[in-house]
């Protein structure tokens, strides 16, 4: 099934709202943020689907117009059925200047046998910033599925005035990268990536990952490393050997990167 979503985020008057939206099955979007008073755009991706299945195809097209702040939430998890051959997503961003975007989705559940590849290409404009993550779990662990997956690819490009500011690409193929071999994964069964990019002039970034690193003290089941890149943001990289215990610490780190937006507005 080939799957279509476009939104396009407005700024009029000092608020963000939904210019236009054309979603086709299995997406369905509402808005999430009623009682939130910010003047910013919270909305919820839905599917009728109970997951990603063989030869399926999600292109999914987001726009901000310039002053445009705009949050996009998942509903659950996502599931990747066992494949004959592959699906995949792409996903494209367009951001106009003095924008903010943030999608941290639920963790993906890769079934035994199944191979996805995800793209993901986003242009953001001048005095702007992104959040966008990813948690890939082993699969159906209680079922005995772990890393019985074929193939799963996330390539992401961040651009910058036509220039490529930030390149990230995992590769899960357990039949050629041996999963817990010492480099890779080894005793855990989840990874995440968490990365912030930003063109504000006005952004700590060694400061915001201290913070991080401290809120992740308390986290005995989770470990992560941070980069910092040459420009203004980072790359979060966490382990675990559980999706929910990463989600939620995505989520803080989230809230906290975006609050931080809203007081430097």
Known sequence: MNSHLKIIAGFKQGK?????????????????GQLK???????????????ILDGDHYDLQVALEKGASLQLQSQSYQRLFNMKDQASQELNVLMEDETSFSYVP?????????????????????????????????????????????????????YHENKLMVKDNVVIQPDLIPINSIGNLEQYTH????????????????????????????????????????????????????????????LQVKEMLWSLDQKQQ
């Open 16 to 32: 963000s709202y939904v210019k236009d939206l054309y979603v086709s099955l299995p997406f369905r979007v509402v808005s999430v």
């Open 191 to 250: 990874q995440g990536t968490f990365i912030f990019f930003s063109t504000k002039e006005n952004v700590n970034k060694e400061d915001l990952a201290e913070n991080i690193i401290n809120m992740s003290k308390n986290q005995s089941e989770m470990e992560i490393g941070i980069s910092t890149m040459e420009n203004n943001g980072f790359v979060l990289r966490a382990i675990a050997h559980g999706g929910e215990i990463m989600y939620n610490f995505f």
């Open 106 to 158: 639920h963790p993906i559940v890769p079934h035994e046998a199944s191979n996805f590849k995800s793209t993901a290409k986003i242009h953001i404009g001048k005095k702007s910033d992104i959040i966008i993550s990813e948690i890939i779990t082993c699969g159906r662990k209680h079922h005995g599925e772990v890393f019985k997956l074929k193939r799963f690819q996330n390539l992401m490009e961040i």
């Open 37 to 51: 008073n910010d003047g910013r755009l919270y909305q919820m991706v839905m599917s009728s689907s109970p997951g």
